[in-house]
């Protein structure tokens, strides 16, 4: 991303943007091996080699967080070799940034974008326990004994599965299910549900940690506030009581309007 000269320089810390000036006219400041002195100049600090003095000014990559509601249908990868939709695709083309954890093509819901590999590794790591709350609709209605097992754990396939949290949002023929979980492996509540005989239809992620998906349609970004970014790296748990969101309705509202929806295709 261009920038003006003067702006990258005090971001590195080399001076004041008018000390970064100063030294511009100077003739102390070179791009790519051109003395610049025209104070209008811009330079990608990624792409130029750009130095004061001859020495090279490498300012820190500013760091994005991005909240996607993502929708079904879309790959969670930066790039698909089979060219669908991927969650790259609905956000800004941020230099670095990249999925943290995977939803299924077919899960909806909400997934951090950064290029902050130091976050990205906490948010996603089982010990930090940030929560992963999901809503899950599933053939038929789990007794509470089924619920229990959920939370006691299952082996599926040689793998001991279980939730922090499991309950029934709603029922009639087949329920809405809220489950919690604090780790994120492959197909982890597909297979546990198939495994205690309530195959999921329907599966959307409504919350990480103190963050939801409230306010956002699938298809919708937003950055996250400081005070999430600082709640989610300490591993902050679950929203809980009436600050859960809702079980799903059955037609999704217009978009709010503020956050925005982006229709992107990449070059
Ligand atoms: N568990 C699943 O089975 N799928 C997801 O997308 C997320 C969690």
């Known amino acids: 991303m261009e920038e003006r000269l003067q702006k990258i320089l005090s971001r590195a810390g080399v001076a004041s943007r008018r000390g970064a000036e100063k030294i511009m006219s100077e003739g102390r400041v070179t ?3 051109a003395t610049v002195r025209e104070l209008g100049t811009k330079a990608d600090a990624a792409r130029d080699d750009i130095r004061v003095d001859g020495v090279r000014v490498r300012p820190p990559r500013e760091t994005v967080y991005l909240l996607l509601n993502k929708p079904k249908g879309v790959v969670t990868t930066r ?24 939803l ?3 899960t909806e819901g909400l997934i951090l974008l950064t ?10 790591h089982p010990r930090y326990e940030v929560a992963r709350v ?3 609709k599933v053939r038929g209605v789990p007794d509470p004994a089924t619920l229990a097992r959920l939370r006691s754990g299952v082996r ?7 939730v922090d949290d499991a309950r029934v949002l709603k029922a009639d023929n087949n329920a809405w299910l809220e489950l919690k979980l604090h780790e994120g492996k492959h ?12 195959p999921v239809s329907k599966l959307k992620r409504v919350a990480l940690g103190p963050v939801t998906a409230r306010g956002l349609e699938p298809g919708q970004f937003r950055p996250l506030a400081p005070h999430e970014v600082r709640a989610l790296r300490a591993g902050a748990a679950a929203p809980t009581g009436d600050r859960t ?23």
């Open 104 to 106: 299924d093509v077919t």
């Open 79 to 102: 790039r698909d070799p089979e060219g669908r939709t991927t969650v790259m695709d609905l956000v800004p083309p941020v230099s670095g940034l990249f999925p943290v954890g995977r």
């Open 115 to 124: 290029n902050d590999g130091a976050f990205a590794e906490r948010v996603a």
């Open 187 to 198: 197909h982890e509540v597909r297979r546990l549900l198939e495994a205690v005989g309530h």
């Open 31 to 33: 791009i790519n091996g």
């Open 245 to 267: 969101p809702r079980p799903p309705r059955a037609r999704p509202r217009p978009a709010a309007g503020r956050p925005t929806r982006v229709r992107r295709s990449r070059p």
């Open 134 to 136: 999901y809503h899950a």
């Open 156 to 162: 599926v396939e040689g793998e001991r599965l279980a």
